[in-house]
Structure formats: C-alpha cells, structure tokens
C-alpha cells in the first residue's frame, strides 16, 4: 500500500458525473452570461424556468472566486424569486426542478465551508420523498402527494427521480469522505444498490468502490470493480481506471503499468471522438495516476493533451489543473516548464487564483468589473 498517495491520486466525486461547464476566466465568463441573460429577458417567449441555468452560474462564478456569501445570496435570491411565481402560479414539475438546483448548490457551499449538518440538510431530499416525506426548501413547503404525483409523470418523472438520487449520492458521499465516516456510507450506497435502480446501477458501485478505497477495504473494493458490468465504452474506462488505481495501491505493479498504459492508449485515442468536456475528469486522473505508476511518457501525453484542449476551448479550470501536472512532469523539458509556469501565472491572475488545491497564485488579482455588473443586474431584475 502507498501511504499517502490517495488524496492526490483519489477523486472524493464520483469520476462518471461530467463536469458539463467550460470554466472560463471569471470576469469574461461573467461578461458572457450578462450578454446571455440580458438577451434571454429581452424576449418574450422566455420562461422564469429558463432563465434559472443563468442564475446557478452566476452563483458559480462568485463561489469560485471565493465568495461564498455572495454565492449564498444569489441562491438564496433564486429560491425567493421562484416561490414568488409559484405562489401566483401554482407548483408544476418545471418549477420545483428550478427550486432544486440553487438548494443542492446551498449544500456545496455548506460543504466547502465545513457546515456539514446544513450541508446534510439540502442534499437529504430523496431519502425525504423515500420517506413519504415533506420537502421544505427555505421555509416552503413542498407536500410528498405533489411529488409522487410528478414522479409518475411519464416523461420527466424519471428525470426527477434520477436528479434528486444522483444528487444526494454525489453530495452525501463528498461528505462521508471528508468527515471519514465511511461505514455509514457504505450503508446508504448499499440500501439503494438493493433498491435495484438500474438509471444509477453504475453510479452507487463507483462511489461503493470510493467508499472502500478510502477505508484501506482494497479486497472488496477490487471484489465490487469485478462484479461491475457497465455497458457504455465512457463507464467501462471509468471502471478501468479504478481497476488500475487498487492494482497500484495493493502494489501489483505488473497490473497497474498494463492497465494504466491500456487506459491512457485508449483516453489518447478517445479524445479525437469524444468531447473533452465528457472526459476531462478522467483524463486528469489518469495522468495523476501514470505520473505515480511510473508511465511518465504517457502522463506526459495526457497532461499536454489536456493542457491543450482546456486552453482551447478556454477551461481554465482544468487547463490550469493540467498545466501544473505538465509543469511537474519529469519528461518536459526546462524551457517548455518554464514558458508552462508562465502561462499559468498569467492565466491564474485573471481568474482560477482561489481553486481548490492549486498552487498558482498572484498577488496582481485584476478586478472582477464584470461579475460586480451582473450582480447588481440580478439584484435589480430577480428581487421577489
């Protein structure tokens, strides 16, 4: 076993949730959704659910930036601005998925910050409608009859029901990892295994291998990557990587250099078919995990490869991630680390300066004039 080698080279997330955003520099990301949002109330076909996607970024934008009360705010602003509606208009299943989303975001921000019972409080929605249930999001109360009744809706009710699982999964296991409190864990993963829900079957088995990984369980948790079936070619590599990472951790360094290489050939390949926002969280742990296997002309590979699609398609977020991975990397020369380093420096004043886990900073921060408008413009136009 490695000691100390799975926080870096272990995602607290399940890897198979796509990151769906491009994160860009933070002011022009907010220049951006400005333009959009100006444009969007502008028009008269547009819906108030329409316009929620706009309001979960700007809450994104100002969390990144490292301001989690302002974040807060702006969930909190949503979350009143909806019941508004609802109150004139009635609840239908559009306006309770548009109350959802700056809920669960409420209980990210509780989470970054170390408010792990507030966090537990908006992630625990399923097991609320599980359990016959009232939902009460900020003083509003959602009665468990209108919920199953959108359930049974034949065309978003499966929707629904996958969004308010996936999302107390992902959220509750964040926080099982973080305060170490794995059997508990194991124990809802589990109880839902047996609930036989196949929309998520793959999803509950990732975070159960997470869970075990993360106990020092490697036996069971190379048990449960064995009996795993997936059958998209996306989740197959998924599971490869876990495979690979518990070959490494229990030392069967034969396994983990086959499978590795395996799966970096195939993430190299993938990248000219596939879109780098589907593949970007594996394709950074990937190259984490060949860098410590001792493949480090394909971590190489996969660090440029991904340094270079996240700066082309302006994911700061993962080009900076990825260029410190090269800048580090044994197989890049001096020159190409140096002018690496540089442009992450530049990159990092502009924007990802406060991401978690960088080391990247710049004390020249230029100011967010962007972000400051769109705040102002969600306070004047979205006040209940």
């Known amino acids: 076993m490695k000691n100390g080698q799975i926080k870096e080279l272990f995602p607290n997330c399940p890897i198979s949730i796509t990151d769906e955003l491009i994160h860009k520099d933070l002011n022009q990301w ?3 959704l400005l333009a959009e949002l100006k444009e969007q109330l502008s ?9 929620c996607p ?27 601005w909806l019941r508004e509606k ?3 208009e009635g609840l239908d299943i559009d306006y309770l998925l548009g109350l959802l989303q700056p809920w669960i975001n409420l209980g990210r921000l509780y989470h970054i910050e170390g408010k792990y019972g507030q966090a537990i409080k908006h992630f625990d929605m399923a097991n609320r409608v599980a359990n016959k249930q009232n939902l009460i999001i900020k003083d509003f109360e959602i009665a468990n009859n209108q919920i199953l009744e959108f359930l049974q809706d034949p065309e978003k009710g499966d929707f629904l029901d996958k969004f308010l699982k996936m999302n107390q999964i992902e959220g509750l296991v964040k926080l099982y990892i973080k305060s170490k409190n794995y059997l508990e864990g194991l124990s809802l993963i589990r109880s839902m295994k047996s609930q036989n829900t196949p929309s998520i ?11 075990l990984i993360h106990q020092g369980n490697f036996q069971e948790a190379w048990k449960c990557s064995q009996q795993s079936k997936p059958r998209s070619p996306y989740k197959k590599l998924v599971l490869l990587y876990y495979v690979t990472l518990i070959s490494y951790l229990t030392d069967q360094t034969e396994h983990s250099s086959k499978y590795g290489l395996k799966l970096s050939n195939y993430l190299s390949r993938a990248t000219k078919e596939v879109n780098f926002i589907d593949l970007k969280k594996l394709l950074l742990q990937t190259a984490k995990l060949c860098s410590h296997i001792g493949l480090g002309h394909s971590a190489h590979t996969l660090f440029e490869l991904g340094f270079d699609l996240g700066r082309k398609l302006e994911d700061q977020r993962y080009g900076l991630s990825f260029g410190l991975g090269l800048s580090q990397s044994n197989m890049t020369s001096e020159k190409e680390k140096h ?6 420096k530049t990159e990092a004043v502009n924007s990802y300066y406060r991401i978690r886990g960088l080391e990247v900073r710049s004390e020249e921060l230029k100011p967010h004039n962007h972000l400051l408008q769109l705040k102002k413009y969600i306070q004047f136009n979205f006040a209940a």
Request: aromatic content about 6%.
């Open 30 to 32: 907010s220049k951006d």
């Open 43 to 51: 028009s008269k076909d547009v819906s108030n659910v329409q316009l």
């Open 54 to 80: 706009y309001l979960n970024q700007a809450a994104l934008i100002s969390s990144l930036k490292g301001d989690f009360s302002e974040a807060r705010s702006i969930c909190e602003l949503q979350i009143d």
């Open 86 to 88: 609802i109150d004139k």
């Open 201 to 211: 079957r793959f999803l509950l088995e990732e975070c159960e291998i997470i869970l």
């Open 339 to 344: 002018d690496t380093l540089g442009l992450l």
